[in-house]
């Protein structure tokens, strides 16, 4: 394993592992954000999160299969059907996650503690068997929409895909605007009231109830838009590959601190990189057991997570 | 007032079962000889997950890895291909024993974790060992799997003729074959034996002070230690016994497959089927978890295969689409019953008696 590991550390190599790293690490992000805020404000592990992003790619493949049947990558048509596809996915993964939160979570809010950890497990196996019939059993494939030639000219050595920027580029906005919403609406004030004490922000004349729906709105949207990025990035999607990004995405959540947003982007950037410099050096199935094995040391020595503070126990 | 002993009535009516001829002909005819013992290693496995989760109340969401410990243990220590051929008895404890340790290695680090986190470490460290089973090929098999795993001999006063009886033994008076593979009592009883035992074990550890410990680092870690309740101590004690009974259940399903499965069936779905089981029943409620094991194993096992094969003979499907296959379906209703129990019934089909329901 030596010898190999020193006739790969060419510089080329690490730089494109770091860039895999970081376009994947901004895809956890966007899907660790449902993740985090949705446990900031109901302390709720929503393991169906996952799977609600499984669905967005299950979407995105239908989509691109009756749209944009013979559409030359990197058209003005291809780039107009990805964002149409960039609105109309997290519309729908948006009303989806919030639906679930109306019908299911909300009616077990004073329910014992499991209740809804177990109902979110119940509705991921009810999203999995939709995608399951939505795309079948096997692996579907989805379309390139953007040419994946490398922007840095052919006979460079380092690679940077079209994808690659538009992911870059897609998700920063989405981030920064995150963060500005949260932090200077009021909306955002409400959230972060509900997040610290429901029953304070209620007697504070907050509508819990709508807080809540609006935190399961923009974590089912910004899992869409997550969805649409790794259809186009991955072009290979199934019924179950939703807990396994879930996994990841909740992770990085746990290593930047759950309930913590820019702790979330943090720990998602870690855990692309550490996943990308596994696999480009060892093997995926390495890579997977680095990530948990991670995530547990963190968990021993800082269980508030990197930028988590340190809560007491209440009493 | 005298309660009926129901546990021991239904467990007299499994052990005799099978010596009805009705029932005997019903088992034969719908091949449930090797379903049976299945299900009650699941059972087995449920109440080990019932320990930790029921009991002490901690979130463990890696219960299948102690399980593919233990059958991993057993089959190094019993195939061919190794140097250590152990006997069945020795190699089942020492299944059990090893996966104890471990257990004791995971949790001890870990035990000053919230829920959540510690579901989170389990969860990882379920991953983790999935991935280490897979990579050292060269111990475990791997995805060729171990085998064959030798079926356990038969003891001496079963097999041995009685010169007061026509020179018959206790097998040819019970009319059972000795061979495991064609009889599929021997493994029926073996593993309802276990189930028995460790049903009465955990009762009796459940009324201990070890029990009424666990109870009380269930219902408020904070108060519990107040009263002088070691809640570390007592939470290790849990994921132990948990481990412990978990790997034992792993090294009877590797001896009755006769092989190891591949390290990928031990993932995290089998932790929540074994989860979603225990918690349909009724968390902590020992009766309750055999019935969320009957009902979810028995429903993947028995009642999916027979109305797939069922639906196929009616030629209900006849270009074979995937949404009109039967067993397509399982993960939904799997998921509808969760979202309906928790909905209506948060405590499970049958309750535990002392459960705080504040």
Request: with cysteine.
């Amino acid at each position: 394993m030596f010898p190999v590991l020193l006739a790969s550390l060419d510089t080329s190599v690490l730089i494109n592992i770091c860039i895999n790293g970081l376009v994947y690490g901004f895809l956890y992000a966007l899907i660790a954000l449902g993740y985090t805020m949705v446990y900031g404000i109901v302390e709720l592990i929503n393991f169906a999160h996952g799977d609600l992003f499984m669905l967005g790619t299950m979407l995105v493949w239908t989509f691109v299969g009756v749209v944009a049947v013979g559409v030359a990558p990197g058209s003005f048509l291809a780039i107009l059907i990805i964002l149409g596809m960039l609105i109309a996915v997290p519309i729908f993964c948006a009303l989806l996650n919030a639906g679930v939160d109306v019908a299911i979570y909300r009616p077990l809010r004073t329910a014992p503690k499991l209740a809804p950890l177990v109902s979110a497990i119940g509705v991921s196996f009810v999203f999995m068997n939709i995608g399951q019939v939505w795309g079948g059993s096997q692996d579907v494939n989805i379309a390139t929409l953007i040419p994946d030639n490398n922007l840095l000219g052919a006979d460079s050595s380092i690679n940077l895909s079209g994808t690659d920027v538009l992911i870059m580029a897609v998700t920063i906005p989405v981030m920064i605007m995150l963060t500005l919403f949260v932090k200077f609406t009021s909306l955002g004030r409400a959230m972060r009231a509900t997040a610290q004490n429901p029953v304070a922000a209620q007697l504070m004349g907050i509508q819990v109830n709508r807080v809540i729906s609006v935190t399961f709105l923009i974590g089912g949207s910004l899992a869409g838009v997550a969805s649409v990025i790794y259809a186009l990035k991955v072009h290979t999607v199934n019924f179950q590959m939703g807990f396994q990004n879930g996994l990841y995405a909740f992770t990085a959540v746990v290593l930047g601190g759950i309930g913590n947003i820019p702790g979330a982007v943090v720990g998602s950037l870690i855990v692309g990189m550490v996943y990308s410099l596994a696999s480009g050096y060892a093997d995926n199935l390495w890579a997977t057991a680095m990530v948990f094995l991670i995530m547990i040391i963190i968990l021993i020595f800082r269980p508030q997570g990197i930028l988590g503070a340190r809560v007491r126990e209440k009493v | 007032m005298h309660r009926i002993p129901w546990g021991l009535l239904i467990f007299a009516g499994l052990a005799a079962g099978p010596f009805i001829p009705l029932v005997q002909t019903f088992v034969l005819e719908n091949n449930l000889g090797s379903t049976l013992p299945s299900l009650f290693i699941g059972a087995i496995l449920g109440l080990a997950l019932n320990v930790v989760l029921g009991n002490a109340g901690q979130l463990h969401l890696g219960i299948a890895a102690f399980y593919g410990i233990g059958a991993f243990t057993m089959a190094i220590l019993q195939v061919a291909i190794y140097p250590f051929q152990w006997g069945f008895w020795p190699a089942l404890l020492m299944a059990a024993l090893v996966s104890a340790f471990i257990g004791i290695v995971l949790s001890s680090p870990t035990l000053r974790l919230r829920g959540d986190y510690l579901a989170l470490v389990t969860l990882g460290f379920g991953v983790i060992t999935i991935t280490l089973l897979r990579k050292f090929d060269e111990i475990t098999g791997g995805k060729q799997t171990l085998n064959p795993i030798p079926t356990p001999k038969l003891p001496e006063f079963l097999t041995s003729p009685y010169t007061w009886w026509d020179n018959k033994s206790l097998l040819n008076l019970l009319e059972l074959g000795d061979d495991w593979s064609k009889e599929y009592r021997l493994f029926y009883f073996l593993t309802l034996g276990f189930l028995a035992a460790i049903y009465w074990l955990l009762r009796n550890i459940e009324r201990s002070r070890l029990g009424r410990a666990w109870l009380a680092v269930r219902e408020d870690e904070l108060a519990a230690t107040c009263m002088g309740i070691n809640a570390a101590r007592m939470k290790l004690a849990a994921f132990a016994l948990s481990a412990g009974i978990a790997g034992l259940a792993g090294g009877l399903y590797a001896v009755k497959t006769g092989t190891t499965n591949e390290p990928t069936y031990f993932d995290f779905s089998l932790s929540v089927t074994v989860l979603c089981a225990v918690i349909l029943g009724g968390l902590g409620s020992r009766n309750g978890v055999l019935l969320g094991i009957l009902f979810i194993n028995g429903f993947e096992l028995i009642l999916a295969p027979q109305l797939d094969s069922y639906l196929q003979k009616l030629n209900f499907n006849p270009e074979g689409k995937n949404y009109l296959k039967f067993s397509n379906w399982k993960l939904m209703i799997f998921g509808l019953a969760l979202l309906l129990m928790m909905r209506f019934r948060p405590y499970g089909i049958i309750p535990e008696r002392r459960a705080n329901r504040g």
